[in-house]
Each structure stands twice: as structure tokens, then as C-alpha cells.
């Protein structure tokens, strides 16, 4: 079975810190660029951070959580992960992670999309309270 599992969503306080993993079963995920998104109640989802295949070479992040997020890989674990620290009210969501999230020229430099996402998971709940 093809499948994405995010783990490690919780409920923390204002500045704290979590850490998701997002493990791949049935095919392997360092082939894949992958990316972490978030949906807040009532809006849609957006990018949260993404890393491109095999190496990880190229990373982007979303503006508000650049410098507090970082996202990773260990291919050998065919895992994903996203390290969330100095976490705030408004990173309030659920997180999913996703393979073959692409990448693309915007106006402000590189930014990730999810147009041809093959793989998606289920997603983890966060909750920051203030």
C-alpha cells in the first residue's frame, strides 16, 4: 500500500516546540521532492516548507515560519521530518506531508507548489496556545 503518516502533532504552549515525521511506505520517498502543509480552521491549505528529492538541495519556506521550521529528510528511513520551534498561536493547524510537491520561479524568488502531489498523508493536529 502506497501511503504517507505524518506523527509527532500536539497541543503546546506559545514557544514551544514540536517535531513531525512523516514516514513513506510502498515506494521511496527520497525519489521524491516533498513538502510539509498546513490548514487552519476555515482557510485553505498552504505551504509550510518543502525539500527537493534525493540530497535535499534546494529548501523553501514560508516567510512566516522561516527561521523557527526546519525540514528535513533521512532517505535511509524513508522519512520526513519538520521541526517546529518558538511555535505560535497562529501555526494553529493541521499538517500534512506530501511527495512530488514541485518547485517554480515566483516573484519573490523559489516557491513550492503542490499542483502534481502524488502522495499525500493524513495529516496531524497542532495546537499553539497563547
Known amino acids: 500500500q502506497l501511503r504517507l503518516v505524518e506523527s509527532g502533532g500536539g497541543s503546546v504552549q506559545s514557544g514551544g516546540s514540536l517535531r513531525l515525521s512523516c514516514v513513506a511506505s510502498g515506494f521511496t520517498l527520497g525519489s521524491y521532492n516533498i513538502g510539509w502543509f498546513r490548514q487552519a480552521p476555515g482557510k485553505g491549505r498552504e505551504v509550510v516548507a518543502c525539500m527537493s528529492s534525493s540530497r535535499g538541495s534546494e529548501i523553501t519556506y514560508d516567510d512566516g515560519v522561516l527561521g523557527r521550521f526546519t525540514i528535513s529528510r533521512d532517505n535511509t528511513l ?10 505560535k498561536p497562529e501555526d494553529t493547524g493541521v499538517y500534512y506531508c506530501a511527495a512530488d510537491v514541485g518547485f517554480a520561479f515566483g516573484s519573490g524568488g523559489r516557491v513550492c507548489y503542490a499542483g502534481g502531489v502524488t502522495y499525500w498523508g493524513q495529516g496531524t493536529q497542532v495546537t499553539v496556545s497563547s
Open 78 to 87: 524513508n522519512t520526513a521530518y519538520l521541526q517546529m520551534n518558538s511555535l
